[in-house]
């Protein structure tokens, strides 16, 4: 109701309503000096059962192990061996890599849709390599890195961004819904933050078994202003179900800043303690420390001491997707002022300092993985790519909405192939 | 399609049966069931240590303990969520939601997740859940505690849909439900939780006893999903009708000396349209009753499916009798909920062509 007059309201004083608005927009100089990173291995590490309040201090700071020096530092060093940190040097450069070529798939008409990760991949990957194999993972779309981590087959991989003969899923999911029961890699889903009450449900559901199994759930900081970010919280700080929740904060969900899911006010990790929950915020494009928080959360969870949730504190690097461009919404500079760095070239710098690896190595490694997906795309174009033919039978459209086909399914499936025959007499007759 | 067709399982299974009320029935399901499978497990407001505003779960956290069934926030998107996670780990939840009218914040859940599962993943994850609701009105429950809001989910394709109308369908369907693999909405009238209810609002109410349709077996048995059950049988016309209308149809035509052939759906879908279609084309008359709402009302797809299969039998038109296109609503219940009149009225005029 608009204000009547004058004198509503009487002499009280004129409410404003505040919009948030993010500092840089497109043309704008980058000034990102006030984010106040704070020095690598100053942080404390608390036990993995402590009290979910005495986590606190380190919801508003930064966990953080990689300095400048290249090297790490302080009680969150989780003291890899050089071989697991080669590994995931390997998997971030190959989920680097796996996206460029797929972006370029997309943009060359061979499929309808891309969506790359880059500049997040140790939030994923590094993640993945603190829990146990058979972990249950509710990944949001930009966790590639954990099929990826698994060892997920990269052609497999591009047969379901085909939508090909080969794909898995039957053509039926939109590319990069990825799904692995063998991997335990929950069916992703476009409808964004359902999949935390889902990995709360999975976490109680091993509890209730005495099972030894944790869920992870992946989650965008824009997505944590659905209503199923609240209730998966209560039901897991309740229930003490064995999860981890993990807020990737990005800055931005498509073009609105994270202001718009409440950053002015409150870290991510922050709202974990509203409700009990053990809260870490860690440097995202540091692998060692998103390994060390994955690991301090999944020793917490697997000890019965509950959930955490963890914000991963990073920047998307590149548009949302293949249908956004970034340039329309925020300043071009962002990306390379970025004061967290890349964790690709941090830790290939890490593993440099350690003596472990060098840039000759980085360089043969990058051409094979390159040539690694090139294999596999060309592999996966055998099955076929979108809107080419090779795809599924009609019948298959059919399958799988319930058990059993009910008659109603039947009649329109029998229709399907009809029309096929008529639309397209030349193909094959399935 | 008899009422007691226990050929599904062994009659020694099914035990000796006794009267039940549709309360008692439905506590006796679930507590069949979470004794038969240790993957069931049941959650919802309140149905823990109090055993449900309803009293359908009551004694059961006690008997089978407080992991296999307790109580929840109050979150209808938290439960459904859940029950999705615990279908992806291999359980079989048996969620409940405190009455339909609050199932739509579990919606999304519903919808994009539960009845999407299998066939997002390729069936590599299933949602294996029944989600019970106490629905209808007829109880001066007002606006949020009368509502049927079963065309929601009728429309949405990988969900299956029951009502049942007696304390034995009640049982044997929450069994086959619980049991079955795909996720179900089951909704259940809790205006005839305690005793059929034939629409004659001003006469005393009745209760289940001495009636066939509660005399129900103690242990297990199934009643089929998608298979109707003939209440009456009669050549005048066909009534098509689920939940509580049954009742009310069948009183009517009982006051009015009509000789109908009245068929509980029982499942909505899948749909019994072998047993619709053959006493259609036999009484070559059909109206349809429920409570709900009648714009795009699951009456809409009933009709269409009558007129489109069973077009040259039709020797009247296809009538619905519904609730009005309103919220429901509080002191004028009575003008509102499809009772003996306005049935009355339309088969008066089906049977007049």
């Known amino acids: 109701m608009a204000k009547a007059g004058k004198d509503q309201g009487s002499n009280r004083p004129a409410l404003a309503l505040h919009v948030p608005e993010p500092k840089y927009r497109p043309g704008d100089t980058v000034d990102f000096s006030d984010l106040n990173i704070t020095e690598p291995g100053e942080q404390p590490r608390p036990d993995e059962v402590c009290e979910a309040r005495e986590t606190y201090p380190l919801c508003t700071d930064l966990i953080r192990v990689l300095g400048d020096d290249n090297k790490a530092h302080g009680p969150w060093d989780p003291r890899l061996d050089a071989d697991t940190l080669r590994r995931m040097l390997r998997e971030m450069a190959l989920v680097r890599a796996f996206d460029g070529r797929m972006y370029r798939a997309q943009r060359q008409g061979k499929t309808s849709f891309y969506m790359k990760c880059t500049g997040e991949e140790a939030t994923s990957v590094c993640a993945t390599h603190a829990l146990a194999g058979d972990d249950m993972i509710f990944p949001s779309y930009r966790q590639q890195g954990c099929l990826i981590a698994r060892g997920y087959s990269p052609v497999e991989m591009i047969n379901q961004i085909y939508s090909n003969k080969g794909d898995k899923l039957k053509g039926r999911q939109l590319p990069i819904m990825y799904c692995s029961k063998r991997l335990s890699f929950f069916t992703i889903s476009g409808n964004l933050a359902t999949q935390l009450p889902q990995a709360v449900g999975f976490a109680m559901a091993s509890a209730s078994k005495g099972d030894s199994r944790i869920a992870a759930t992946w989650v965008g900081e824009g997505s944590t202003a659905e209503g199923d970010f609240h209730s998966a919280m209560t039901f897991a700080t309740v229930y003490n179900a064995p999860v981890i929740f993990n807020v990737i904060n990005n800055q931005w969900a498509i073009s609105s800043f994270s202001g718009f899911a409440g950053a002015e006010r409150a870290t991510f990790a922050a709202r974990a303690i509203g409700y009990g929950i053990a809260g870490l915020r860690v440097d995202g494009n540091d692998p060692l420390a998103v390994y060390a928080a994955e690991r301090w959360a999944a020793d917490r969870a697997r000890s019965n001491g509950g959930p955490t949730l963890i914000e991963h504190f990073t920047y998307r690097a590149e548009g949302h997707s293949t249908s956004d461009d970034p340039s329309a919404y925020r300043s071009a500079e962002e990306r390379d002022e970025w004061p967290l760095g890349d964790p690709v070239m941090r830790l290939k710098n890490h593993l440099i300092a350690l003596g472990e690896w060098s840039e000759e190595q980085q360089e043969a490694q990058d051409a094979e993985l390159d040539q690694l997906v090139k294999d596999a795309q060309k592999e996966a174009e055998k099955n076929g790519i979108l809107g080419h033919g090779l795809h599924h039978p009609f019948a298959t459209m059919f399958e799988d909405v319930f058990e059993e086909l009910p008659w109603h399914l039947k009649e329109q499936s029998e229709q399907a192939i009809r029309e096929r025959a008529i639309k397209w007499p030349e193909g094959p007759a399935e | ?353």
Not at chain 2, 1 to 7: G, K, P, R
Not at chain 2, 24 to 29: D, F, G, L, M, T
Not at chain 2, 199 to 215: E, I, L, M, N, V
Not at chain 2, 250 to 277: F, H, M, N
């Open chain 2, 1 to 353: 399609m008899s009422q007691t067709d226990t050929t599904l399982s062994p009659a020694a299974e099914a035990g000796e049966a006794r009267h039940m009320n549709m309360i008692e029935a439905i506590n006796s399901a679930l507590d069949v069931m979470l004794a038969r499978d240790p993957d069931v497990i049941l959650l919802g407001e309140d149905i823990g240590y109090f055993g449900g505003v309803f009293r359908c779960t009551a004694g059961l956290q006690e008997k089978h303990g407080k992991t296999r069934v307790f109580d929840t926030p109050i979150s209808e998107c938290g439960i459904i969520g859940v029950a999705v996670g615990m279908g992806a780990y291999g359980l079989r939840p048996v969620p409940e939601i405190q009455f339909a009218d609050y199932i739509y914040p579990g919606l999304d859940q519903l919808i994009s997740e539960a009845a999407r599962l299998r066939y997002r993943s390729a069936g590599e994850f299933i949602a294996p859940m029944t989600v019970r609701s106490p629905f209808g009105g007829g109880i001066f429950g007002g606006q949020t505690h009368s509502q049927s809001p079963e065309a929601i989910f009728t429309h949405v394709s990988g969900l299956k849909t029951v009502i049942p109308a007696t304390p034995y369908d009640a049982k044997g369907l929450l069994i086959s439900c619980i049991e079955d693999n795909d996720p179900v909405i089951f909704f259940e009238p809790k205006r005839i939780y305690n005793g059929p209810f034939d629409g004659f609002y001003d006469k005393p109410a009745k209760s289940w006893k001495g009636r066939d349709d509660a005399q129900v077996p103690d242990g297990y048995y199934k009643v089929p999903l998608g298979k109707a059950r003939k209440v009456t049988e009669g050549d005048q016309l066909t009534i098509l009708a689920y939940g509580t209308m049954v009742h009310v149809s069948e009183a009517v035509c009982r006051e009015k000396g009509v000789e109908a052939d009245i068929l509980d759906l029982r499942t909505l879908v899948p749909l019994d349209i072998e047993a619709i279609e053959a006493s259609v084309e036999r009484t070559g008359r059909c109206l349809i009753v429920h409570e709900a709402t009648r714009t795009s009302g699951f009456g809409a797809e009933l009709s269409a499916l009558v007129t489109e299969r069973c077009f040259y039998h039709l020797e009247a038109p296809v009538e619905r009798v519904t609730g009005f296109d309103t919220p429901y609503p509080h002191s004028l219940e009575w003008a509102y909920f499809p009772g003996p009149v306005r049935i009355g009225e339309a088969i008066d005029k089906i049977l007049a062509e």
